[in-house]
């Protein structure tokens, strides 16, 4: 069985939870997202994340600013806004709810 | 030894290839191209261009001097084309319509062989010696339709700007069919309007020259071969487009200019006849009346 194209909807999946889930604890430019979302495996391509964010901040759930930089060009700070955080304390619950539900199966 | 041009990124200068600054304009045309039809998506390519200027910092800071190619086809791979973009990140209105073609055309399937079968039964009656040739004369006739109608829908006929005599309309025959030199398309066509038989091909040519486009931007030279665009086909074209074959086009002064008074040679007797031609008709009809 070809296992890739479940694992590639399984990222797509969680992809923007893990967003929200970095921004939470600071704000960050793409770089920084970038950077850990590839330690952390979650992405291959970087362009990837761009429409993400997009979306993200469309739906009102992100907020950004622009801040000078002495390393190169600005660079947009994005932040979670109040609905950002709503949202990411339901995306907590039904996390718990599917790894509850996978760990039971798996046992 | 290249030429080299210096771009502002963001209020940084940086020196680039001219092939590289060919190849990392296009891509991000293509990004604007693709995400400027979404709601939002200006901001996505934006974004990109952005990520661009931090990659190419970076490597500045690194001791890069001057921007190549490579590392032009390094900064789109690891940010990716649009289509992986949109991809990748699970474009729901993307999928949606890829799944309404697939259906569309299974449909066309299942009618076309409803056709098919219908079209054997009233074959039945014969014999099967006949049955047999007239399935293969059918399907020689439908792969054939297949195939032609798989290279129109793939292929756009261009003309060649960056190999023509005239026009370049010639050339870009023989891109679009994929089938001869133009050198050969040129004599045929010359050859069929001397001989009488393709006497229309003046005018043809003319008017060919005037409607269609000409093949200018590597994405063009890519439709007219039937090629995906995709940023390896983009990056082999802008290489191939670097070479130059512009300077092989100035030697073809001279036979341009024999082409026009042959042109000229041909047209004016052409005129001549049928101006004779009108007249003998004309006195023809008169003498009649």
Known sequence: MNTDNTKSQMRKGMLEYCIMLLLHQQSCYANDIIQRLQEAEMIVMEGTLYPLLSRLKNDGLLGYEWRESTQGPPRKYYTLTADGQEALSQLDASWEEISRTVNFLKS | ???????????????????????????????????????????????????????????????????????????????????????????????????????????????????ESSFKENLNQFANDANRFANDAGRFARDAYDKGYNHVKTHRYYRCANDKILGGVCSGMAVYTNAGDPLVWRLGAIALTLLGIGLPLPIIYIVMWLVTPAAITPEDRLRQQGKAITPENLTQQVMDDSEPIIVKNENKGCLKAILIIIGICIILPLIFFFVLWGKMFFNIFFNML
């Open chain 2, 1 to 115: 030894m290249k030429k080299n041009i210096s771009i502002n990124l963001f209020g940084t200068l940086y020196n680039i290839d001219e092939d590289a600054y060919n190849l990392l304009e296009n891509y991000l045309q293509s990004m604007q191209r693709y995400f400027g039809r979404q709601e939002g998506g200006e901001e996505v390519a934006d974004d990109i261009e952005h990520r661009v200027a931090e990659l190419l910092w970076q490597r500045r800071e690194a001791g890069m001097t001057a921007v190549n190619i490579e590392t032009v086809k390094e900064i789109i791979d690891t940010i990716g084309n649009a289509e992986q973009i949109a991809r990748e990140s699970g474009d729901r209105e993307q999928d949606a319509k890829s799944e309404g073609q697939y259906t569309k055309s299974s449909g066309r399937y299942a009618r076309s062989q409803g056709q």
